[in-house]
């Protein structure tokens, strides 16, 4: 399954009956688990619309995972932006309780001087 050239590998792939190969530098586990996500996309399209021809098969197929990875994208950005905002309001929480236990040695002092 696997050619060697250049110390790039050559991949024979199978999806939707449609066989190609790709060159390049991916292990052959990542590039089966790419083929297989795609076949099963391709194959639930086609389940919904079994007399779809090939070509608007793969278009259909092409956009819901386009779909997909701009949904997660975008979930991935407001996950960076929800992390820091959380980071920022831990560090401002950490200067407040700092603060505070500042000011609680101050007052214990002030209490220990009064008794």
């Known amino acids: 399954m696997i050619a060697k050239k250049q110390d790039k590998n050559k991949f024979k792939l199978n999806i939707l009956g ?62 960076s932006k929800e992390k820091e905002r959380l980071r920022e309001a831990n560090q401002s929480l950490h200067q407040e309780l700092k603060k505070l236990r500042q000011e609680n040695e101050e007052l214990n002092t002030l209490l220990e001087e009064v008794e």
């Open 18 to 79: 449609d066989q190609f190969t790709v060159t390049g530098d991916f292990d052959e586990d990542y590039i089966a688990k790419l083929a297989d996500y795609v076949e099963k996309t391709g194959l639930e399209i086609r389940n919904a619309y079994p007399k779809l021809p090939f070509r608007r098969l793969s278009n259909l197929t092409m956009i819901n995972l386009a779909d997909e990875y701009f949904k997660l994208r975008s979930q991935c950005i407001e996950l």
